[in-house]
């Protein structure tokens, strides 16, 4: 009785931990939503000047980015069942691709805006940046 209790209990656990092709399809929606946010908060701060606000903006959508891409791996990593069909893996492929321009233009925006960064004479600015990414 105690081994099937524990069986029970086990097979609970893993199951709470399993996600879907779905689930990492969705993952990759939120990711791209919220990449989406930290590019135009990015590309709101103009290339020279800018307020303390518009930068912190930049921090503030860091955030949900990072939640949302660490859910996303994690998803990715306990899919079930594996192998994932070749449709889905195509969709997942071709989803996270898709994301691949909007991370190197985001990237060159804030690069571009670097300076800025270090202009509002907080030190703290240029490292919560350089944390978030």
């Keep these: 009785m105690r081994f099937s209790s524990v069986s029970v209990l086990a097979s609970l656990v893993v199951s709470s931990f399993a996600s879907t092709a779905a689930d990492v399809k969705a993952a990759i929606a939120v990711i791209d939503a919220n990449l989406n946010g930290l590019a135009t908060a990015v590309s709101t701060l103009p290339l020279v000047g800018g307020t303390l606000s518009q930068v912190l903006a930049i921090h503030t959508n860091a955030g949900p980015l990072i939640a949302a891409s660490n859910k996303g791996a994690a998803d990715a990593v ?4 594996k192998p994932l069909s070749v449709v889905d893996g195509r969709v997942i492929l071709d ?22 960064f270090s202009g509002f004479h907080v030190p703290a600015i240029p490292a919560l940046i350089k944390q978030d990414l």
Excluded: G
């Excluded at 306990?78 to 069942?81: K, R, T």
């Excluded at 989803?95 to 800025?116: F, K, M, P």
């Design 78 to 81: 306990n899919v079930s069942p």
């Design 95 to 116: 989803s996270v691709q898709a994301l691949e321009s909007n991370i190197y233009h985001t990237l060159d925006d804030i690069a571009d805006r670097s300076n800025i």
